[in-house]
């Protein structure tokens, strides 16, 4: 089904894919995934916190997420499927559809940091 969804062209075969996986996962797998995946949300977002000790700890923890949520969507849109890739090719007005992953995701990531950063000094409880 997956990849006659895919085919169709309504849904990449990853994420028709993916859909299907966790459509089919038990509640204890999807349960212990999840564990996992925060776990190292949080082991991100102290490593950021050390990195960044301008952000608290909650800051660092939306941080530490919104890595995980760009790395990927700009992946994912960094490697389109080769219909895409030749629409890109033929029409230049359409290339910045195409991003580069790394330069996309630095600035991204730069943006979002500096808006925390901000952020966490105006906020009151800081004492800023």
């Known amino acids: 089904m997956a990849n006659s969804v895919a085919a169709g062209g309504n849904v990449p075969a ?3 894919t993916s859909l299907m996986t966790w459509q089919n ?3 204890d797998v999807a349960t212990r995934y999840k564990w ?3 776990d190292a949300i949080r082991w991100l977002g102290e490593q950021l916190r ?9 800051r660092a923890l939306r941080a530490a997420h919104m890595v995980v949520i760009l790395v990927g969507a700009l992946w ?37 940091l500096q808006g ?8 009151p409880a800081r004492g800023s």
Do not use: C, K, N
Request: charged content about 20%; cysteine-free; glycine content about 4%.
């Open 14 to 16: 990853s994420g028709a």
């Open 76 to 112: 994912t849109r960094s490697r389109p499927a080769p219909s895409l890739l030749a629409a890109f090719q033929a029409d230049a007005s359409l290339a910045f559809m195409h991003p580069a992953f790394t330069e996309a995701f630095e600035a991204a990531i730069a943006t979002f």
């Open 50 to 58: 050390g990195l960044l000790p301008e952000l608290d700890d909650e």
């Open 25 to 27: 996962a038990s509640v």
């Open 116 to 123: 925390l950063i901000v952020e966490t000094a105006a906020d």
């Open 36 to 38: 996992a995946s925060r």
